[in-house]
């Protein structure tokens, strides 16, 4: 495995971000999922050092309030549409020209709104994604506010059970989580339009959190389905997902 580097920037708003990097060539961002990081998502199961084999500088975030990046506990830093907002800063910041995009559930619904709003990539991906969860994101932040709330409390075995753990192993600023969940809003329909360019939806055989990831791929012009094995949890863990991702931006 590389050792991918890490560098700190600060956007527009005072907040210190970092990014992990690994390899050279096209770039390619990546963005983890919710709770997560780069390093979980991207880096740790091999999947960055395979894409960057074929030729690319993989650039992997940590979204705001997630791993090395600034987790500040004023609302005013949480504004609608900040992860998107982040990611036109450091694709400015990094001056990138041509590049590809995507990234892996929250990751994937940030890559939906960044390109809906005028991100043109090359290429995109949206991993752990699916129809109903982009269209019902307000469900879904309900749920793991629901989960903060209740983060010593929960018995074992409840719905929310897993996601806690999950957060426990992440050492989770629960503060932070919780003003950039009140930020998300439903994802806008119109927004799939703008997936012109070829674009992968790749999701575990097992994984049904967000709905359906091959009604996602029907409801954009120019996209692919792509299965994987596991869960929304396990399929980050396996090499199956790198390789497809790698596969797919190389064609």
Not at 34 to 41: G, I, K, Q, Y
Not at 146 to 172: C, E, Y
Request: overall charge negative; proline content about 4%; charged content about 25%.
């Amino acid at each position: 495995m590389n050792e991918a580097s890490t560098v700190f920037w600060t956007a527009s708003d005072g907040v210190q971000l970092a990014y992990h990097e690994v390899g050279q060539g096209r770039p390619v961002i990546l963005l983890h999922g919710l709770f997560s990081d780069a390093r979980m998502n991207w880096i740790k199961f091999g999947h960055a050092d395979r894409i960057a084999a074929e030729g690319f500088r993989v650039i992997m975030p940590d979204l705001r309030a997630h791993g090395l990046s600034g987790k500040p506990h004023g609302e005013q830093y949480y504004p609608r549409g900040i992860l998107a907002r982040d990611l036109r800063e450091l694709i400015e910041h990094l001056e990138l020209g041509e590049f590809d995009l995507g990234g892996f559930s929250l990751g994937a619904r940030t890559t939906v709104e960044a390109v809906g709003e005028g991100l043109k990539p090359r290429r995109a991906i949206l991993g752990g994604a699916g129809l109903e969860g982009l269209r019902e994101w307000k469900r879904r932040k309900t749920f793991f506010l629901d989960a903060i709330a209740m983060f010593d409390t929960v018995h074992r075995g409840g719905p929310h059970w897993l996601s806690i753990q999950f957060m426990k192993s992440q050492n989770v600023d629960r503060v932070a989580a919780a003003h950039l969940l009140e930020s998300f809003e439903d994802t806008f329909m119109d927004w799939l339009k703008a997936f012109i360019m070829p674009t992968l939806v790749v999701c575990g055989s097992e994984d049904d959190d967000n709905g359906s990831a091959e009604e996602l791929a029907a409801a954009m012009p120019n996209a692919m389905f792509a299965e994987v094995p596991g869960t929304h949890m396990s399929s980050v863990t396996r090499r199956e997902l790198g390789e497809t991702i790698a596969r797919f931006l190389a064609a």
